[in-house]
């Protein structure tokens, strides 16, 4: 209800990190943005009041994407909707760019980046899970210079991070994905667009013939952080994907769920589509990976 | 004179009568009489019902004609969306 | 699609001419309420309960009042005592709290200022003492044992009782012996349906501006469905006569009669008189959602009683639902909605109740898709355990002319039947259903209302006509009526431009509710224009020099024997040596609105493992009557549709325990989106009403209600699984899906 | 309170205008310029009614501060007709009767002319995926799908 009732708000758009970095030193309460559809909801709802905007959009690293040696690097204000265009990463990470591409609508899709998806910290964030099985990893600027880190560490409690104040995510690196491996991400929302996930599924394979070389699962929106789930990984490595390793990998995965009763959907909900979404999505990178072969 | 049907909420001031022979020359003299002989009826008739005379409906009809070949119905009040 | 037994033929009625509002709305011309801007406007903020039920120990303006900018804050304390037996009591106290705060949302004061962040920090600024009392919250809380009374001002309607309660209304209708109807039934059925409360989800916020001059009297330029109804709305919340309130009708966002009535001009008005300035007042989403109309959430018990030939024999049912803070819609017409079979044996108890929850309004054909769900679910069960087509058991017990509604009063000429064959001979019921997937029907029925309408139609010197009604168009009205002017005086439609006057330029008009408009204001603007029509056949004799007798009147033009026809342009040139301007005002208390009736058939694909429903194919047949502009009139069709289906599917207001919203915005508060649907094929059906002119009916209502037992039927139809509570979302079908196995 | 200087170009005409740092640019647009005919149905970016163009893209006003729109190009509802001449799907929007009460029509008209000139010939599928950002709650969507498809065979025979 309360909307802009405190202090007004400053904004500021940085042409390079250091000079974000330096806005970020200047003033405790400021906040960075690159599409800000999670933020303006949160600021008319009065949650966060920040002193200061800095808009990350006006870096070029932080929406330059690149392929080199055998790495991606993208720009973590890249707008989403660059991503899911872009053939040659769309081909490289086809899982990875339809979480992307999950991300609200056209027009969200516009503004919606992996840097914002990740640090909003929501534990449904479509992208996270995707980029947790790619092994992706974030470079990370702040007042002592940048650092990497890995994705999966970002996180660490709904709306919570590890990055320190002032800290803010410059770009993401990605290794090319090995010979015969691929990945696919799953959601359910209750409609067909326009949600937040109720369950995310992502899963990355590598094949040797028909049987399992290697899987990394990850589950979204079923626990506070995304999780991944060793138990269904195990199963599914060595396995030629029959019935019972796929059985064994949806348990697993219902089993690995940690969830909350709220308005989008129940703990038994959510614990049962985890396993069926994870078995499907499974048998999409399988059949992907068998296809990169 | 004319035919009254009642609503089966109607009722309980009738002692259960649902279809009655009733004295006037229009709807409201209907009303007045329904009031004099079962008190507490008549405000239900003006502002809880509708009027549907031979079977049209006619919003806010005391003053519509009635006579002894007429069937007026007391409906519930009718509104929409 | 249109299928016709209708044997008229006309010139205009029936085509699908450009809208002539259209222009500005693809434009951004189109001016809604929050569009308008007045010199010196403030912009006002509304402060509301942070609690489901508090008394309101005191309120603390001060320190908003020494804010930046702030020009005006108003509490209860400077609206008009209404005693509570006044009929505007409960719309008054809910857009302004009084003694006690009666809902999560509920406004207790407001502030304006130069500025809306202004507005919203002083707003912010207001200090309100609240007393916590205990909630009521759902239907069950309010018909417990000992339940706290949720509003100490409401009595029971037409009880008799003086004392407080949760009940709003208690009414009880029927006909025959229904013990009688059971013991003649070879099959009884008896089921508890539930529903939880949806919104209208009109896509603008409410929103007005208010103008109050030095002398006392204000302009309000609002969105609504009817702008009479908010000059008497706002008068009454005043206690001001109504020549001190003009009402400009501004273009309305949808309303879906959540706009029929009013939040927030009373309170814009106040604040203005108290600034000397504009105010204008805009509601967020939030607020939308919060604190304005859902539609009554609901718990129905229904048995019926069948023979094995079919015959259903009886009814009995108790319907609750809830109104929410204050009486707001009736429960009746729900229940009366029940109309649509012969059901010798009817016992229906409708009872209204009482929450501390958002006060409730109308909702397209209001409370009757809810009745359908009961009635419908049970209809196909039967059909079911029958063995027999849903359509043919429809057809055996459908009403025809002449038998009786559940409020007791006979059917007038409808068309039911010929409604459930056009479904029956559909390509699409005549398809077999999709592999995997399962078919459900169901049908719906509204009564349409009449109410007061005005209209003038002026002829302009050159020929083309002005048509000026009160009815707020809110899809597509204005050129229903230009093309019903048009068929009458032989007139193009396009030289006739139709306007909406403000309250003082036009004559009383009743709100756009209860799918009148094209049908009432039609009414009025015929009428009109056949007055107009004896105006120009005297002009015409007098320009011919003979008497009027010898004039007809034939596709717009005066025809005299032996002479040259004489057209409306020659006539109106000649207007001031015969008389002066030609012009005519009509208006009435339209009788004789038609009912109308719906049959729904969809195709649906359940994934059994995730519980999401997936609508492959979805038909939609309505009785029109005469359909004016069949455009507009597949669009109401299409429109209701989609309405229903997402409060099967995923619609619904969820409250924590304390009464507060959880879901308000559309991010969760999930309404259909284009990729949710398959494409809504409306074949209209044309049974004339013999009380309209061109036998129109209304059309806006009746395509909400039988979506959802379609729904429900067509998912019982692919999975087995009886969905008896709404909404029908992925969570909860899965439950009922994976109960239903382990059993 | 401190405002800003934005320079950018608004349906074709270079404009300038001064914000407050945290005013959306969906206010802006209306507030400043007077355009009007991006609408405010949600401000969370849930419905589509201020979808406007931004360098091309689609965007929802009400998610962007206004001093993000400093040097870009804007198109709104009111600047996607030729002069006199409608955008196709203006036309057929208005001839297939694909809006009733009218407030989501602009959002609609601008994303599906972003559609048609991304991809101006689009399946069923498609049109209605691009268009889920934008609710209408009067037609039931079947219409405004049609008008899309009809404006994109009139796109193509233009092109032809």
Redesign the interface.
Known sequence: MAQYVTDFMRYAAPTTTDEAVELLQSDPDARVFAGATDLIPQIRAGRPEPSLLVDLKRIERLVAVSHNNGTWTVGAATPTSALTANPEFSAAFPGLSEASGLIGSDQIQNRSSWGGNLCNASPAADSVPALVVNDARAVIAGASGERTADVADIVTGPGETSLNDGEFIIEFLLDDPPAGSSDAYLRLIPRTEMDIAVVGAAVQLSMDGDSVASAKVALGAVAPTVVRVPDAEAALVGSTLDDDALAAAAAAASAACNPIDDKRGTIQYRRQVAGVLTKRAVQIAAQRAKGAN | MATVHLQADHRRFTGGEKTLQVDGSTVGDLITELERRYPGLGPLLTDGASVAINGELIPNGIFEKVDASTEVYFVAPISGG | MTVTENPRTYKYVGT?P??H???D????????A??L?MTGQLRAA?V?SPHAHARIVSIDTSKAEAMPGVKAVVTGADFADLDPTHPEFDMAVNLMARDEALYNGHVVAAVAAVT??QA??A??AVEVDYEPLPAVLTIDEAIAEGAPIANPTNRT??S?DTEPSNLAS??????GDVEAGFEAADIILEREFRTVAVH??????HACVADCGQDGKATIWASSQGHFAVRSKTAAALGWSTDRIKVIPA????????K?TIYLEPVAVLLSQKAARPVKLVM????VLRATGPAPATKITAKMGATNDGEITTLQSTMYFDNGSTKG??A??G??SVASYKLPNL?LHAIGTVTNTARSA?????SAPQAAFAVETLIDELAQQLGVDPIDLRLQNAVVEGDV?A??????KIGFVETLEAIKNSDHYNSPVPQGAGRGVATGF???????SSATVNLNEDGTATVVTGSPD???SRASMALMAAEELGLAVDRITPIVADTESVGFTDIT????ATFATGMAVVNACRELIEQLKQRAATIKSVDVEQVEWVDGAAVIEGQDPLTIPEITAMAKNTGGPLTATASL?????GPSFAVHVADVAVDE????TTILRYTAAQDAGTAI?P??V??QI??????GIGWA??EEY?YDSDGVM??A????Y????????P??D?IIVEVPNP?HPYGVR?V??TGIVPPIPTLANAIAAATGVRMTALPM???RL??AI?ESAGS | MPRTHVSCTVNGDEVDFLSSDETSLLNALRDELGLTGVKEGCGTGDCGACTILVDGKVNCACLMFAPEAEGSSILTVEGIAQGDQLHPVQQTFLEGAALQCGVCTPGFLVAAKALLDENSDPTETEIRYALAGNLCRCTGYDKIIRAVQEAAVQVNGASK
Request: aromatic share 8%; net charge negative; no cysteine.
């Open positions: 699908r450009v809208r509002d259209g222009l709305k693809v434009t951004g011309k189109a001016r809604f929050a569009d801007d509304l509301r809306a962040a919203a920090a707003a912010a309607l037409f008799g208690v009414n009880e209708f029927g006909r209208q989800g009109y896509i603008e916020p273009e309305i966002g949808g309303g879906f009669g959540g029929t967020s989403r939030e607020e819609f009736s009746l017409t229940a009366m016992e109308a909702y397209r054909a209001p509604t409020m007791s009063m006979p059917h007038p509204w009564f349409n209302i009449g109410e007061q809110i899809g597509g509710e209860g799918s009148r208390n339209a009788a004789g609105a493992e995730t519980g999401e502009h455009s507009y597949e669009g299409q429109g209701g549709s989609v309405q599917l995923n969820i959880e879901n915005s559309f991010l969760d999930r309404m259909p989106v284009a990729s949710d649907l494409m809504i409306a009380s209304g806006g209502e979302s992925p969570p899965l439950a994976t």
